[in-house]
């Protein structure tokens, strides 16, 4: 996982003196669902910091005096599959088979064309699915809820600024090598 200023200009953005290793996820294998948060909660906590009050900083360069930083997270990009477990979104077999409608197999159909059916979710439907995933008390009843609503909890919730309907985003590398498009 890195991290890349977007405030810097675009020829420098993705050099690698201007990008933040935030974390690595080993293999060999893929860390199921619910594991992916432990993974991002340092990332997160950064971000809250940075993001209320924000971190002053005593002395730069261009401030001799110090200045305050304010950051946010506004996108993540990754491939399919992390973007998924990311967003704490069910994989793709899933009855709620898509991260960014509320379609299910059984209502509408995996082959459904219907563009008119796919009602996208939202931040607060994310919200109240992951609220109830927390409340449960059990690991049978986070399967139940699971199974119901195909969201878990995920550490990207806990931004104030953050909205995990919209701004997870899988690209178009990944897109084009998977032939989603």
Known sequence: MSVVCLSLPADLQY??????????I?????????????????????????WDPGVYFSCTTDYPHGCLVECALILVVCNLFAA?????????????????????????????TNYHLW?????????????KFLQSTTAA????????TGVCFTELLCLPHFNVARCVVVDSMHNLFLGLI
């Not at 050099?15 to 690595?24: P, Q, R, T, Y």
């Not at 009602?119 to 609220?131: F, L, P, V």
């Not at 009843?141 to 119901?148: I, L, P, V, Y």
């Open 15 to 24: 050099s690698l003196e201007n990008m933040f290793l935030v974390g690595v």
């Open 141 to 148: 009843e986070q399967a139940s809820t699971f199974d119901q």
């Open 84 to 112: 998924r477990k990311l967003a704490g979104c069910a994989e793709t077999g899933h009855e709620y088979f898509c991260s960014v409608c509320n379609c299910a197999q059984k209502i509408h159909g995996i082959n459904t």
């Open 26 to 50: 080993l293999g060999p294998n893929e860390p199921p669902l619910t594991a992916v948060s432990h993974n991002l909660t340092l990332v997160v906590d950064l971000f809250l910091e940075f």
């Open 119 to 131: 009602i996208c979710c939202t931040n607060t439907e994310c919200w109240a699915a992951s609220a």
